[in-house]
């Protein structure tokens, strides 16, 4: 019943994994209902009197994607966390679901791109429309 060095860490990057999932999807849930259930991704904001509104919002679509592919990469994980425990304690791996294991994954980290970067050009898209709107000057 000895556990390898790296079984330890394919558990500890499937729980590292699980939580980042679950970060983003209720950080961004959260959000979403702060605005109404409108998405904040790729908005602008506007000066109404003194202080800032968002004038715009985006597809709701957007943040449902990026929701949906965080909470997927958090079962999946949890899952994986769980068998990879299992098998540590029954001393039995089964090498069969490796490529099967794998090819999931590759395609869970490719929607993970996909979702980082619709976050990431969403959030520079509304942070540059506050500062742009609060400065009063276009950014480079």
Request: glycine share 8%; proline share 1%; net charge negative.
């Amino acid at each position: 019943m000895a556990v390898s060095a790296l079984q330890l860490g394919e558990l500890a990057l499937h729980g590292a994994a699980f939580l980042c999932g679950v970060v983003c999807a209720s950080a961004l849930t959260v959000t979403q209902g702060e605005f109404g259930g409108q998405c904040i991704l790729y908005g602008s904001v506007d000066k109404n009197g003194t202080a800032l509104a968002l004038s715009r919002f985006s597809n709701i679509s957007l943040c449902y994607f990026v929701a949906a592919i965080s909470i997927l990469i958090a079962v999946y994980c949890f899952a994986m966390l769980l068998y990879g425990i299992y098998s540590c304690c029954m001393d039995e791996r089964d090498h069969t679901w490796l490529t099967i294991n794998l090819a999931i994954s590759a395609v869970i980290l490719f929607f993970l791109l996909v979702s980082a970067c619709i976050l990431r050009v969403g959030m520079d898209t509304l942070c540059s429309s506050i500062l742009q709107t609060k400065l009063g000057w276009p950014l480079l």
